[in-house]
């Protein structure tokens, strides 16, 4: 299957600070990303989906000021995090799709820990 | 978003029996479905895929069966391995292109 690469794997920042998240497709070009967040033994909640070029769309009840998804380029998505709090510590997801309807590929995951 | 949930949350099976793992999806607009398999600290990783013209499909040592009355999906695996260890989930995707999961399964295969 197609690669999907989230850089960093893990982060640990201080709370208050801003930290970014960065999901590339490697092999193709990714009209669709959508952004998951996981916690300790529960399934992955989507957050936002983000179409190249365009704004992304929300699901209910994330904070779109608070998770700032960036879709510049059809191989690039970028959630930042701002003004992190400890609640916010959680496993963060990408994954890509290059068609509609079609299969995601998911990256590695990144692990943010607020302290 | 939609609701997407599993009856059982964890399973135990031995190695080399066959495992059954099941889902309820409740947006009858759905028409793409995904199992995927998650280890511990790791994304997902995809196992098969059905679409709702379709009521079963087979991978290797993997069977997909969809019920689109009852909006049910179950995921069987044939010859269960320690390997196959790991949470399973159910994902469905609206005619919007997203994708919502599943609770999860925990399968545990006993040597």
């Known amino acids: 299957g197609a690669v999907v690469s989230q850089h960093p794997s893990w982060v640990i920042c201080k709370s208050g600070t801003s930290v970014k998240i960065e999901c590339r497709s490697l092999?193709?070009?990714?009209?669709?990303m959508f952004w998951y967040r996981q916690f300790p033994k529960q399934s992955l909640m989507l957050m936002a989906t983000s179409n190249e070029g365009s704004k992304a769309t929300y699901e209910q009840g994330v904070e779109k000021d608070k998770f700032l998804i960036n879709h510049a380029s059809l191989t690039l998505s970028t959630l930042t995090v701002t003004s992190a709090h400890p609640e916010d510590s959680s496993f963060y997801i990408c994954?890509?799709?290059?068609?509609?309807?079609?299969?995601?590929?998911f990256g590695q995951g990144t692990r943010l820990t607020v302290v | 978003g939609e609701s997407v949930g599993l009856h059982l949350p964890t399973l135990s099976v031995q190695e080399g029996d066959n495992s059954i793992i099941n889902c309820a999806y409740s947006?009858?607009?759905?028409?793409?479905f995904i199992w995927y398999k998650q280890e511990s600290g790791k994304g997902p990783q995809f196992i098969i895929d059905?679409?709702?013209?379709?009521d079963k499909r087979q991978g290797q040592r993997v069977t997909v069966l969809l019920n689109k009355t009852v909006k049910h999906l179950s995921l069987q695996i044939a010859a269960t391995q320690p390997g196959d260890s790991a949470v399973y989930f159910c994902?469905?995707?609206?005619?919007?292109?997203?994708?919502?999961f599943g609770s999860g399964t925990k399968l545990n295969v006993k040597p």
């Open positions: 092999d193709f070009q990714a009209t669709t």
């Open positions: 994902a469905e995707n609206n005619n919007f292109n997203k994708f919502y």
């Open positions: 947006n009858s607009a759905s028409d793409y």
């Open positions: 994954s890509a799709s290059g068609t509609p309807n079609a299969e995601a590929f």
């Open positions: 059905i679409r709702s013209n379709m």
